[in-house]
């Protein structure tokens, strides 16, 4: 799928918001009272700011939100596959075709079925929040190559207000200049250090990118079993924030997950266009969906 920038009008409305939700994330939604009884978990709640549908939710949405476009685990429509984790669609996600007309295999997107604007959601720092990381990262049999890269973009630079995560292949320039930065031991394991370990990557060709290299930062992730959300705001976000950049915000962010090649574990690349780095407020330069 193709993403556009967000306007500034948009921004604008969004921005206080944006910066309330890294001091206190966990006040603004609450959970559903009520547990599922097949798994004893509870009900995740929505994050939805504006309540309207967008092509990408009418693609995955299920039964309970309308009589049309309605989808599931036996009735996925044009979704690769819908999983409803104990039949509770709250907790559940799509893999979903990035373009309509076709399932390309190198641009899919993984998509909760439950209304999630974005990475700007306070909800997904919770404890209890779906891990829709290692959603994408169990769906990567979809796709067809071994080098595959999972992304969200930044509120700033999504064209979509649903929660997806692109799952795609890592571009081959960016992949060579991870792994030097891994091998020159500028990429370590110590989430502490995330928020000073920045590293350059070569985007591809794109317009709004000019073929050239923007900054990220870098952590190497034991493995996909954490919460890559809260781990963002609490080793990025938030000592920005403390340190005096009053911008930062998770709205700000985009991040990207993809295997470590010179060693054990994942890589996270996190960046933004605020925050004192020459960053990006979208992944897509570091992907290739061809």
Partial sequence: ???????????????????????????????????????????????????????????????????????????????????????????????HPGKQDIKAVQDLLVVPTVRETGIECPNLLRSDAPNYFKDAYDSIHFGSSPD???????????????????????????????????????????????????????????????????QYRAWNANGIDTNFFAKLNDDVVTPLYNHGNKHAAMAHEAMLVTLNHEGNGLIVLASDTNSGIHGVDQIEGIMDKR
């Fill in 148 to 214: 595959w890269a999972l992304g969200i973009n930044s509120q700033d630079g999504r064209g979509y207000d649903q929660l997806h995560i692109h799952l795609t292949r890592l571009y081959g320039a960016a992949r060579e200049d991870i792994d030097r930065a891994v091998k020159a031991g500028k990429v370590s394991k110590d989430e502490h250090k995330w928020v000073d370990q920045v590293i350059e990557v070569t985007d591809h060709d794109q317009t709004f990118l000019k073929n050239g290299k923007h």
């Fill in 1 to 95: 799928m193709t993403t556009t920038t967000t306007t500034r009008s948009r921004f604008t409305r969004r921005i206080a918001a944006a910066a309330a939700l890294v001091v206190a994330p966990a006040l603004a939604f609450g959970l559903s009272p009520a547990a599922h009884a097949e798994t004893g978990t509870q009900h995740f709640n929505e994050c939805d700011l504006t309540h309207k549908d967008d092509k990408i939710w009418d693609g995955v949405k299920p039964p309970a939100h309308g009589t049309t476009g309605e989808h599931s685990p036996k009735n996925p429509g044009h979704n690769l596959q819908v999983q409803w984790p104990g039949n509770d669609s709250t907790r559940g996600f799509a893999v």
